[in-house]
């Protein structure tokens, strides 16, 4: 059975514990790897509790955070469940692995200069050979397949016969992965900010330039622009803009101490995901147009680094996220291939799109894993949500998954755009999915959700033309 390591706020309600499994179910000589294990005890149990397993995405995200929030932001799914966190192997808690960084000696990706671009390709395949180095025993077995099947683990170990599933962005991926290889042990399934999980990683990650971009364009740079008075930077979303390009030549010169275009990008695209984060990169983006001292610029360059990098590191978290999308999949090992896709990406969609230009997958040494395809309307049941305007996961991935897999119903928040929906507070959308989680209703139809007025405004500014649940599909 279980034992308790750690338990948090209330007695007997909040247990951490270790399971160790298999590092290879292939070759079960080949040693284990640990997996922790966040379980949030029902605060009503019964003869009709159920267990809902957890997952925030990346890949590679710790989870052991989100049980505990879900049960303190929803009274009614703490007591019609047990809440469980397992950490994905390589992350968190679960045996993790970070890698030293190789650094690219770049300032400006756009364009795709010769030189930046063979730099960014020597430096991702120099991390790529650090990173096995280090981890080269545990590295291939780090993939969507283990994974699974250390939840399926973790659920027989619990004594469950069957598990709910909640999972935010990539845990998206893994929830229809679960469902796939154990379709008679999973119930009710939420798909929140879902990846285009019916694709590749490759195709599925693609899109996000257009998602960071859309949200950049669409709302921040009008939000900047209404909030002239705070911030200075410009009238109109097309003044805030040549701002932030003032900025960035600036930068290109060397006139922003050792802030760099690159470093500026990274920072602008890490503040997409939530919306209060606008006051923060807006703050910091008049502070540079300010003449900030150099501690101020030295404070926003290690915040860019943070973005990008994690100071020299990838972390835990980073080198999950490398591997699985690598060992999952067969990757071209062309590095022309990445090149063209860059540059087509970036040419679009500037702020995030240039960085396709290189991938650690076209050096990675191991053979993939090989899943299988995610057959046509084979998935169970389920509820999708999603925003609008969703950087990370953008719109037409989602609505891709709808075309595909007949059995999903959809609750989509017009004009919204923070990644993630049920913590997202918009209360039509999560009185649907807190619905079905704790009592099985699905919607009858698909929903649209009208959105809420940015942080700071005081109505809503639409960001196009108004979503209907008869063209969610389309």
């Known amino acids: 059975m279980l034992e308790t390591a750690q338990q948090l706020r209330r007695p007997a309600l909040v247990e951490c514990a270790t399971m160790r499994v298999p590092l290879d179910r292939s070759r079960r000589t080949s040693g ?71 650094p690219a000696p770049i300032k400006d990706l756009r364009r795709g200069a010769a030189g930046e671009v063979g730099a960014l390709q020597r430096a991702t395949a120099a991390t790529v050979r650090a990173c096995v180095a280090r981890h080269g025993r545990t590295l291939p077995h780090v993939n969507t397949r283990e994974t699974v099947a250390d939840l399926d683990a973790v659920r027989a170990r619990l004594g469950s016969a069957q598990i709910d599933w909640y999972g935010v962005s990539a845990g998206t991926w893994l929830g229809a992965r679960y469902a796939q290889a154990y379709p008679r042990r999973i119930g009710r399934m939420v798909l929140d900010s879902t990846v285009e999980v019916t694709a590749t990683w490759r195709a599925s990650f693609a899109e996000q330039p257009r998602g960071f971009q859309r949200r950049y364009s669409r709302q921040f740079l009008p939000w900047v622009a209404r909030h002239h008075r705070t911030y200075g ?90 591997a699985v999308q690598c060992n999952d999949f067969a990757w071209s090992r062309s590095a022309s291939s990445y090149v063209a896709e860059g540059r087509a990406l970036g040419t679009a969609f500037p702020l995030l799109g240039w960085t396709w230009l290189a991938s650690p997958c076209a050096t990675w040494p191991y053979r993939p894993a090989g899943l299988p395809p995610l057959a046509r309307h084979s998935l169970p049941r389920a509820l999708v949500l999603h925003n609008e305007v969703d950087p990370a996961t953008p719109w037409e991935g989602a609505r891709r998954v709808l075309r595909a897999q007949r059995n999903l119903r959809a609750v989509v928040v017009d004009d919204e755009g923070s990644h993630g929906v049920l913590l997202g507070g918009n209360a039509c959308a999560v009185g649907r999915g807190t619905t079905y989680l704790t009592t099985g209703r699905l919607p009858t139809s698909d929903v649209v959700c009208r959105g809420r007025p940015l942080p700071g405004d005081t109505v809503l500014h639409p960001t196009g033309a108004t979503l209907t649940p008869a063209a969610l599909r389309r």
């Not at 149990?45 to 303190?72: C, E, H, I, Q, Y």
């Not at 932030?244 to 760099?260: C, D, I, K, P, W």
């Not at 003449?291 to 680094?305: D, Q, T, V, Y």
Request: with cysteine; hydrophobic share 45%; charged share 20%.
């Open 32 to 102: 284990a790897i640990s997996l922790k294990i966040t379980r949030v005890r029902s605060s009503a149990p019964s003869r009709s509790t159920r267990t809902l397993f957890v997952n925030p995405g990346g890949p590679g995200v710790a989870a052991d955070w989100l049980a505990p929030a879900l049960a303190a932001h929803f009274p009614a799914l703490h007591r019609s469940h047990v809440i469980v966190a397992v950490d994905p192997r390589g992350a968190g808690g679960s045996t993790p692995l970070d890698c030293d960084l190789v």
């Open 233 to 322: 930077l410009g009238r109109t979303p097309a003044q805030v803009l040549a701002s932030v390009e003032s900025l960035r030549a600036r930068a290109g010169a060397g006139r922003l101490g050792r802030l760099t275009p690159v470093d500026l990008d990274a920072l602008i695209a890490s503040r997409m995901y939530d919306d209060l984060d606008f006051f923060t990169m807006a703050g910091d983006l008049a502070t540079l147009a300010d003449e900030p001292s150099a501690r101020r610029l030295a404070a926003i360059r290690k915040e860019a680094h943070e973005a990008r990098t994690g100071q020299g590191l990838l972390t835990a978290e980073d080198t999950v996220f490398m």
